[in-house]
């Protein structure tokens, strides 16, 4: 089946600097990737909508100048928390959806910790 | 925007009987309507979805019911066994899917032997 690998799966950073994530759909095309967090015991929270070749689309309340996300081809997101603080420390989970069939699949997701 | 409201929080059945998930959306747009179980530190694993102009949908244990009208779906889950065990989310989208998912707070299955 379809794959989406998020890479890092895990990364431990110092406050105050910043961490890229990346989202790659693997054997498929993507125009439009979503990047979600998801809280310890807490459901999954769509952050902002990536679209190839033009701006991300951003969910009320989420800080589109230190959530930086850029969606450059069609198979690769990146997603860069700026200035990186504990109150960041969360589960960052992409999903994309195959341009081909409408599809969706869910990355790894990448743990992040602030210290 | 959408607002998906999802009980129980926590469920508890005995091994082999059913389990029942509700799900309510607030955006009569919405139309398309996954379930998600989770395990712990990993992927949301998609199980079954439906569709707006479908009113129901089952894969062997595993079904999923929808209400326009009232808007509505739930998750039935039958001869559940052990490895059942996760949690489990609903979510709705418009466009197919194409818009983001919202997803519904959790509900954690725990199946006693």
């Known amino acids: 089946g379809a794959v989406v690998s998020q890479h890092p799966s895990w990364v431990i950073c110092k406050s105050g600097t910043s961490v890229k994530i990346e989202c790659r759909s693997l054997?498929?095309?993507?125009?439009?990737m979503f990047w979600y967090r998801q809280f310890p015991k807490q459901s999954l929270m769509l952050m902002a909508t990536s679209n190839e070749g033009s701006k991300a689309t951003y969910e009320q309340g989420v800080e589109k100048d230190k959530f930086l996300i850029n969606h450059a081809s069609l198979t690769l997101s990146t997603l860069t928390v700026t200035s990186a603080h504990p109150e960041d420390s969360s589960f960052y989970i992409c999903s994309a959806s195959d341009m081909g069939t409408g599809e969706l699949f869910f990355g790894e997701g990448s743990r992040l910790t602030v210290l | 925007g959408e607002n998906v409201e999802q009980h129980p929080s926590t469920l508890s059945v005995q091994e082999g009987d059913s389990a029942v998930i509700k799900c309510t959306y607030s955006?009569?747009?919405?139309?398309?309507f996954p379930w998600y179980k989770q395990e712990l530190g990993k992927r949301p694993q998609l199980i079954i979805d439906?569709?707006?102009?479908?009113g129901e949908k089952k894969d062997q244990r595993i079904a999923v019911t929808l209400n326009k009208t009232a808007k509505h779906f739930s998750l039935h889950i039958t001869e559940t066994q052990p490895e059942d065990s996760a949690v489990y989310f609903c979510?709705?989208?418009?466009?197919?899917?194409?818009?983001?998912?919202?997803f519904g707070k959790g509900t954690h299955l725990i199946i006693q032997p």
């Open positions: 979510a709705a989208s418009g466009r197919g899917g194409a818009d983001g998912l919202t």
């Open positions: 054997d498929f095309q993507a125009t439009t």
């Open positions: 955006d009569s747009a919405s139309n398309y």
């Open positions: 439906i569709r707006s102009n479908v």
